[in-house]
Each structure stands twice: as structure tokens, then as C-alpha cells.
């Protein structure tokens, strides 16, 4: 069972029209750093804290553009820490002035029902395997990348999206069963794809919102190990989706290293089979 904690100090979005996106404390505060002021001090920075920043640069932006605006992000800090770091957990988010709507504090194995229960349109953590595991159960989900340096000034937020996952298909299925792929990491593939349509739409709304140029929102599509065709497709399914990326990475194979250290995307979205028996994700 979840507790729910709304934050008096930001002012609370409309759940049925913003994009709601939980996040996992850990990524946004570092978890392992023991504090040497004691339990009164904030909690440290963790390895995805520019995420944070450069949401509420969206969100600003929307709303200097229409102080009506009702697509925004709305964010819940996901945490499955003990009930004595609770308290201490709102107070950093206060005292980092982040735009944190709700605490959702829950027990690790009832994360999935909390997501589903609270409208999430994208769960974000560092942690691949609990990405994949939400993916896998109809959730959507992508990881949170590290950034380099979690005190620099944001002006953009940067989503990637998978090429392999978006511009699959039912044709791909029998060479993936040639290549060793069992029929449970397949179906995880196809889940994934599902599950993450309804945040693809409303990213392209509300990159539409902004200019081509001056955007402080940049989509971009990544395909990693499959074919050139393969990242055609997805280009074309994200136009049908109304989402026309900023930037588009056809790898065919070669490491994504190099152009995941060029671009620092805060959001990457992840296909259903990495991180998963059997197949090794090209680095």
C-alpha cells in the first residue's frame, strides 16, 4: 500500500490533461552519500538532478506562452525508502525549490500498482532493470541517463526515443526467433512498443507548441541494433503519431556510446530487450 503526499508548495496540475511522469528518488537525490550534518541536512544531489531542472524549463516556458496551459509535466517523486527518511526526502525537494507535485512512498514490489493507479504516462529511474520490469507489465518507462554534472544550468530537456522498439513489427518477429529470442522477451518487445504510444503523442503535442528553432524541448530517435529500415519505419510511425523528432541516429549495429555522450539526453527510452538473458545491448 502507497502514502501519498501532496506538496502545498507547488501548484497541483490537472492529472486528466498533464503529462504525469514519476520519478525515482534515487536518481533525483543520491542514495549512497552518507550525510555528514546529520538527518537535518538536504540530501545530497543525485545523478539525474538536471532531469528535474530542465522540466521546470518546459513547463515555464508553456506557461509564459498560455497561463492556461494544461499540458504540463506533473511530477510524483517515487520512493521506496524507509518511513524515517520521508520527511527528509520532502524537505529537499522544498529546499531545491523542485517542481515536485506529489511523494508517492511505497514498498518496492507494490511500485507497479502505484504507477498504474496514479495515471502515470512515464515512469523514469536509473536503474534499467526496473525500467524493464515496468515496461514488461504494460507500464511505461525509460531510464533517467547520468549527467555528467548535477549543479549545470538547464535550458533544454532532451527525450530519445528507440527506433528499435517504434519502428518494429510483426516481420521482424521471425529473424528475432532465428537469433535465439524467446517467445517472453518478444512479447516484452511488443509491450513495450504499446505502452509507450501514449506518452510518444502527447510529447509531439506538446513539442508542437514550440517553434523549430529555440525549442526547450528536443526529441530524438535512436536505433541501435537494427537495420536502416527499421529506423525508417519508426520515423515514419512517429510522424503518424504527430511527434517529428529534432534528431534522428541510425546506428546499424555501432556502439551508441559516442552519440549518447554528444547528446546527454535526460530521458532514454529503452527497447524491451535490453538488460535482459540473452541479449547484450551495444555499448
Request: charged content about 25%.
Amino acid at each position: 500500500m502507497d502514502l501519498m503526499v501532496r506538496n502545498p508548495d507547488v501548484k497541483q496540475r490537472d492529472a486528466a490533461q498533464a503529462v504525469v511522469v514519476a520519478v525515482s528518488s534515487d536518481a533525483i537525490f543520491d542514495p549512497e552519500v552518507e550525510q555528514v550534518h546529520g538527518a537535518t541536512e538536504p540530501l545530497r544531489k543525485g545523478d539525474a538532478f538536471s532531469f528535474m531542472k530542465a522540466i521546470q524549463v518546459v513547463n515555464e516556458r508553456l506557461l509564459t506562452m498560455n497561463s492556461d496551459e494544461t499540458l504540463l509535466f506533473d511530477v510524483i517523486l517515487l520512493s521506496n525508502d524507509s518511513e524515517e527518511k520521508h520527511s527528509r526526502i520532502i524537505a529537499s525537494a522544498k529546499h531545491y525549490g523542485l517542481d515536485i507535485g506529489r511523494f508517492c512512498f511505497c514498498n518496492k514490489e507494490d511500485s507497479i500498482e502505484s504507477l498504474q493507479s496514479n495515471n502515470v504516462k512515464l515512469f523514469l529511474s536509473m536503474d534499467t532493470n526496473d525500467v524493464c520490469k515496468a515496461l514488461q507489465k504494460g507500464v511505461p518507462a525509460a531510464q533517467l541517463y547520468r549527467q555528467t554534472d548535477p549543479h549545470q544550468t538547464e535550458d533544454q530537456l532532451k527525450v530519445v526515443f528507440s527506433g528499435d522498439v517504434i519502428g518494429s513489427s510483426e516481420e521482424m518477429l521471425p529473424g528475432l526467433r532465428e537469433q535465439g529470442f524467446t517467445e517472453t522477451q518478444l512479447q516484452g518487445f511488443k509491450t513495450a512498443k504499446g505502452s509507450m504510444k501514449e506518452f510518444t503523442v502527447l510529447m509531439g503535442e506538446m513539442r508542437r507548441r514550440f517553434g523549430l528553432e529555440g525549442s526547450p524541448l528536443c526529441t530524438g530517435l535512436m536505433t541501435v541494433w537494427s537495420s536502416r529500415d527499421v529506423c525508417a519505419s519508426a520515423l515514419k510511425t512517429l510522424r503518424g503519431w504527430g511527434l517529428l523528432v529534432d534528431e534522428a541516429f541510425c546506428l546499424a549495429g555501432a556502439p551508441r556510446s559516442p552519440i549518447l555522450n554528444l547528446v546527454r539526453p535526460h530521458i532514454l527510452c529503452l527497447d524491451g530487450l535490453y538488460h535482459m538473458e540473452g541479449f547484450t545491448a551495444m555499448s
